[in-house]
Every structure is written in C-alpha cells, then in structure tokens.
C-alpha cells in the first residue's frame, strides 16, 4: 500500500469507531428519554447510512445515492410512526462523509445534487419534530452543522487540486513556448541559412565551377550547426529534470558580430551599431539572449522574405532605464509581405519581449523596407 491508501485506511477505522460510539451514545440517550425499543430504528438506520459510507470508495456517485435514499426514508418513518426525530448523530455523520467525498471526487454537477440532497436530509428533522416551538430544534441545527462540516471538507482539497491543476498546465504551456521559440528561432535560422547558401551555390556553380566547393563546404557547416540545434532542444524536451534556458551568445552581445558576419556571406550589407563592452557587461543573460534572438529572427525573416534587400541595419541603443533594439532593411515594399511575416517568428519574438516586459513594433517602413522596434526594461541591477 501506498502512503494514499494507508491513510484512506486509517480514515475508515476511525470513522467506523467514531460512528460506532455516537450510535452507541444516541441509543442510550433514546433509550433514557423515549423508553421501551424505540432506539433500535434509528440505530438501525444509522448503521446503515455508516456501513455505506465505509464502502464509498467503490463507487461514490452510487454509494450518496444509497445513503441519501435511506435517510429519506428514515425521516419519513419517523414523521409518520411518531418515532424519535431522524437523521440522528450518528446517521448525519455518515451523511457528511458522503458528502465530503462526493464533493472531492464527484463532476461538479453530481456533487452540487449530493450537497443538495445532503442539507434537504439534513434539514429533514425539522418534519420530524413531535414539538413545534419557536427556536430550530437542538438535533436540526447539529444535522445541518454535521452537513456543512462534510462539504467543507470535501470542497477544500477539490480547490487545491483544481490550484495545482492550474499551475502545472500554466508551467507546462510556458516551457512548452519556450521550447518552441528555442526550436524556431535556432533550428529555422540554421534551415534558412542552408536554403541561401544553397541558392548561392547553384549560381557559383554555373559561373565558376572551381569554386563550388567552398560553396558546399559552407551548406556543410550550417548543416552541421543546425543538427547540432536539434540536438540541443530534443535534448531539453528527453530531459525529466527542469531545463535550464540554453546559453545561445557565448560573450554578451559579441556573438551577434558573427551572427551578421554569417548574414553578410550571403552578398548583402549589415552595418551593426553596439553599445561599449563595459556597458553590455552589466546586462542579466535573459535581456542580452533577447537581444540577440531579436536580431536573428529579424535576419532570418530578411532571408525569407526579403530577396531584394541589400543594405541592413541592425542597431542596440541604452536610453536611461531601457534597451532598443532596431532591424531594418531597404527591400522594395511588396503588398504581400505583411500577410507572409505573420507566423511564428514574430509571435514568438513579441513572447520573449513581453515576458521582459518590453513591446515590439514590426511594419513596413515610411517609402521602403521594413522595420523591427524593440523596447525592452532593464533590470535595476543593470541600471549602472
């Protein structure tokens, strides 16, 4: 047995000894009062609503169901043999316990019908009454105090497992986008970068056959690059334990220096404007990584969807407590280039900017090209 089903056991013995102590004590009590054998019915019925909330487990739908039921009929006995007032102590704490569990594990709509019918029973001892006075018999108020104790039970643990429900899937949904920017932006980058090379290599190819083979020498290596980047993000999805967000600029912003010399081996110009070393030193990995995935989807989607272009600028500016970021290109405008940049690149660059807590603008530009703005805080720690 596991911890869950011990202390499901333990519960079941020490409901069966409590129950068994309060028919007990309302038999003597009855017995005192009414005389003669009239505590036998509801120590009968008692026993019965108890015995069935002991085997709940099996099927609780069925076994509220059976509890309820009995405890109807008892109510009505009493009401019309002039019996003692029923449900008794010991038939309302069973009552409670199937509530409870329905409550905890039932569909919401059978666990409101088990609640319902729960305080319907529970206030039944009102019709059962042989006085009527004023103030709530002593017995009801009990019932309905038994009740509310049984649902509260129930529906605390039912909340905090629908709270732990929720964050899993919110943990899971975030490292689930997580991983599938990582394999857009690396592994999409890479395939782009093969695709280029290898239009640019059929046309060395034609003109100058003896340089073909540098040509395929560099599809070869951004093959390699990019089986390397597969590697690295199935290796974060086979990974059980936590991954940790993957190092993508080996030295601050210095890696983005080789990601436009990559950029300009496909024949277009990229003037590139840093801040100084000492300034980027200060900045938290998760903004310099943003940086950096900025510029190489804007490069990639330049790649894409840009033939044209030929001169690009890419520019990384501090103005007091924020950080720009700004990719632009000269390719003439072309109506269907908006509709063709809106997939996933872009939606999961705004992703990364906005979990930062920054904005992005991306459109085409006043006369030509097309432009990707990027504002993103930093950290106080940064702030120097």
């Not at 059980?240 to 030295?251: F, G, L, R």
Request: charged share 20%; hydrophobic share 50%; net charge positive.
């Amino acid at each position: 047995m596991n911890v869950r089903e011990w202390r499901a056991v333990v519960f079941d013995v020490a409901f069966g000894l409590v129950a068994a102590a309060v028919l007990a004590f309302w038999a003597f009590r009855i017995a005192g009062s009414w005389g003669g054998g009239y505590w036998r019915f509801g120590c009968a019925a008692g026993a019965v609503v108890c015995v069935i909330a002991l085997a709940r487990r099996f099927d609780p739908a069925r076994a509220a169901a059976a509890g309820l039921a009995v405890a109807a009929t008892a109510v009505l006995a009493a009401r019309f043999a002039g019996l003692p007032s029923e449900p008794g102590p010991g038939m309302a704490l069973g009552l409670a316990v199937l509530a409870g569990t329905a409550v905890r594990a039932l569909p919401v709509r059978t666990a409101c019908a088990v609640a319902g019918g729960g305080l319907a029973v529970a206030a039944g001892s009102l019709l059962s009454a042989h006085t009527l006075t004023a103030a709530v018999p002593a017995v009801s108020v009990m019932n309905i105090f038994t009740w509310a104790a049984g649902v509260v039970a129930g529906l605390c643990p039912r909340l905090l497992d629908a709270r732990r429900r929720a964050v899993a899937e919110g943990v899971r949904r975030a490292e689930r986008l997580r991983l599938a920017r990582e394999l857009h932006d690396v592994v999409a980058h890479h395939v782009t970068g093969i695709v280029v090379q290898a239009q640019a290599a059929r046309l060395v190819a034609r003109r100058s056959p003896e340089k073909a083979g540098d040509a395929l020498a560099e599809i070869e290596t951004a093959g390699s690059d990019a089986l390397a980047a597969m590697r690295r993000v199935v290796g974060l999805l086979r990974d059980s334990a936590e991954p940790a967000e993957p190092a993508t600029i080996p030295d601050g912003l210095g890696g983005l220096g080789e990601l436009v010399g990559r950029f300009e081996a496909s024949g277009r110009a990229v003037r590139l404007r840093l801040p100084d070393e000492e300034e980027t030193a200060t900045w938290p990995p998760e903004v310099a990584g943003t940086v950096y995935r900025i510029v190489q989807e804007s490069l990639t989607n330049i790649s894409r969807h840009a033939p044209h272009a030929r001169l690009i600028m890419v520019s990384v500016a501090r103005n007091r407590e924020t950080l720009t970021v700004e990719v632009t290109d000269d390719s003439p405008r072309r109506v269907s280039r908006h509709h063709q940049r809106g997939g996933y690149g872009l939606l999961g660059m705004r992703e990364r900017i906005e979990a930062l807590g920054g904005t992005l603008h991306a459109g085409p530009r006043p006369g030509s090209g097309w432009s990707v703005l990027a504002t993103l805080p930093l950290p106080e720690r940064a702030r120097r």
